[in-house]
């Protein structure tokens, strides 16, 4: 996973990102920023570190617990910056965002309203929905927030 913006991923949903430092920080994040500075002996990547944590807050912090990021590169808030999407309270919020910027939701009210059928009787099989975020984007859980990132 390469953590970058698709350029030309037709089936990625632009999401208009707000400010990650919006998202409340917790205890959690706090963690994860300590341990990955403690970790780190170069004093010039310390600070970009905590730089990039004292701006992006938790959502730079869930970056730092993906699998595959270097927290050692001195371009890791560059890196963090290309590969954030969004973050939100509820995993649902997600999966509505990513209908709403694919067009799904409106495609299916369009549908039911030519067809005549009651938008009740349509449901989305969110099982299948998570599945398909979750293959669009990296998902981690820092202080109860859901920070999505590019894969």
């Known amino acids: 996973m390469n953590h970058e913006s698709p350029e030309n991923y037709s089936d990625t949903p632009p999401v208009d990102t707000p400010n990650p430092r919006a998202v409340e ?3 959690e994040s706090i963690r994860v920023i300590q341990e990955v ?5 170069d004093p010039e990547l310390r600070q970009c570190l905590l730089a990039g944590y004292l701006e992006h807050g938790a959502a730079f912090a869930a ?9 050692t590169a001195a371009t ?7 590969a ?17 910027g694919l067009g799904w939701s409106q495609a299916l009210q369009d549908f039911c309203a030519a067809q005549g059928i009651d938008p009740d009787y349509l449901t989305w099989n969110r099982d299948a929905l998570a ?14 927030w859901q920070h999505a990132f590019y894969r």
């Not at 500075?37 to 002996?41: L, W």
């Not at 954030?84 to 709403?100: A, N």
Request: no cysteine; net charge negative.
């Open 37 to 41: 500075v403690g970790r780190t002996a």
């Open 63 to 71: 970056y730092l617990r993906l699998d595959d990021t270097a927290p």
């Open 76 to 82: 890791v808030v560059t890196r963090f910056a290309e």
């Open 131 to 144: 599945w398909r975020v979750r293959d669009i984007y990296d998902v981690v859980e820092v202080d109860g």
């Open 25 to 27: 920080i917790g205890a």
């Open 84 to 100: 954030y999407v969004s973050s939100w309270k509820l995993f649902d919020q997600l999966i509505d965002d990513t209908l709403e």
